[in-house]
């Protein structure tokens, strides 16, 4: 189920090299590239969703056959998110050259970014609830705002990403960059490509499976959430 991910993988990886070379050899022009690319990928999302009248976001219990194909699986509408991670090498690698090139920001803008892509973070998320849920079917479909959130929810998420390591990279992460930093994470963070490719086959044999519906409560599905997690990191670690 998570081979398209490696299809579109390799196509961002083979396009890079277009992005990154001029971000090298003429800054000006890769930051516009870089800008333009990151907008069209934005755009292009909102359009789709719009003109077809699909859901924002990916939602079991409506139709999603035209959602996946249109949307889900197409590079082109996921191409923002490497972008942002190409800017985040960039400021990286510059500040591997000049190590003091943002160690020093000022601690208004370090609060500021913090707080920002923390309450933001939390506004995508929430914002997946409010367009997974049947009950808000008429705006899933129809909103002005369903389609604003479908074509910037994946890119803002990585921007917020991507803050959290650019300030534990740049010594500005404070306690959680100690946290993060701590060895014990090191064999996890080895293990998550597995665990993302064999996590979806865990749960659809756990699903498929059951002889009887199931009912929801938060204890199963805190209960399900670990023990799918931890056969998922025995497979990573098989894997």
């Known amino acids: 189920p998570a081979s398209w991910y490696l299809a579109n993988d390799t196509q961002f990886y ?9 971000l090298w050899r003429k800054k000006k ?27 924002a976001v990916f939602t079991y219990s409506l139709d999603m056959k035209s959602y996946m194909e249109d949307i889900y699986y197409k590079p082109w509408t996921r191409f923002g998110t490497y972008i942002v991670g190409i800017v985040l090498g960039y400021l990286l690698h510059s500040n591997s050259k000049n190590p003091t090139l943002f160690s020093n920001l000022p601690n208004r803008v370090v609060r ?11 506004g995508i998320m929430f914002g997946g609830v409010y367009y ?3 009950d808000n079917e008429d705006a899933i479909y129809n909103s002005l705002h369903s389609a604003v959130y479908c074509a910037l929810h ?12 650019f300030a534990c990279a740049t010594g500005n ?10 060895k014990i994470f090191v064999p996890l963070a080895r293990l ?8 979806c086959q865990v749960q659809m044999v756990y699903h498929y499976k059951q002889p009887h519906p199931f009912y929801y409560s938060k204890y199963n599905t805190i209960f399900l959430f670990f023990g799918h997690m931890g056969m998922c990191i025995l497979a990573s670690y098989v894997l």
Request: proline share 6%; glycine share 10%.
């Open 14 to 22: 083979l396009l890079a090299p277009l992005v990154i070379l001029p």
């Open 29 to 55: 022009l890769g930051l516009a590239l870089t800008g333009i690319l990151g907008l069209v990928s934005v755009i292009i999302p909102g359009i789709i969703k719009a003109n077809k009248n699909l859901p």
């Open 112 to 122: 500021l970014g913090w707080l920002t892509s923390t309450f933001v973070a939390v």
């Open 132 to 134: 997974s849920d049947p």
């Open 154 to 165: 994946r890119v803002i998420w990585s921007i917020c990403t991507a803050w959290v390591i």
């Open 173 to 182: 992460g404070g306690l959680l960059d100690t946290i993060l930093s701590h």
């Open 192 to 199: 998550t490509f597995g665990i993302y490719f064999s996590s």
